[in-house]
């Protein structure tokens, strides 16, 4: 069973920094890909940003220069900094890994339980 494990959510004021971590834990064969994805409401889910197993990173336009995604691979963790944080950022942000349990099985998304940013003065 594959956890993803969110914290680091909160109220801010406009032009603040939050720093978001996820935990992936569980039976895991390989990590391919681990990111971020938002929710405002009334919204679809968007893209954040991503950060592949070779290093590669894809960011939203509108959080390009304010937010940075990290790793430290060891503890299957990923981090999200984001400064200068605008009232538009508000959303629930969730935890993506693109990831095979087991040798032989099919790689898939799983998705982490939400963590909510609220940014306003």
């Known amino acids: 069973q594959v956890q993803l494990v969110e914290s680091g959510g909160g109220l801010v004021q406009p032009g603040g920094s939050l720093r978001l971590s996820c935990a992936a834990s569980?039976?895991?064969?390989?990590?391919?890909?681990m990111g971020w994805y938002r929710q405002a409401p009334g919204k679809q889910r968007e893209l954040v940003a991503t950060?592949?197993?070779?290093?590669?990173?894809n960011y939203a336009d509108s959080v390009k220069g304010r937010f940075t995604i990290s790793r430290d691979s060891a503890k299957k963790t990923v981090y999200l900094q984001m400064n200068s944080l605008k009232p538009e950022d508000t959303a629930v942000y969730y935890c993506?890994?693109?990831?095979?349990?087991?040798?032989?099985?099919?790689?898939?998304?799983?998705w982490g339980q939400g963590t909510q940013v609220t940014v306003s003065s």
């Open positions: 993506n890994a693109d990831l095979q349990v087991r040798v032989l099985s099919t790689r898939r998304d799983y």
């Open positions: 569980g039976r895991i064969f390989s990590i391919y890909s």
């Open positions: 950060l592949t197993s070779g290093g590669s990173t």
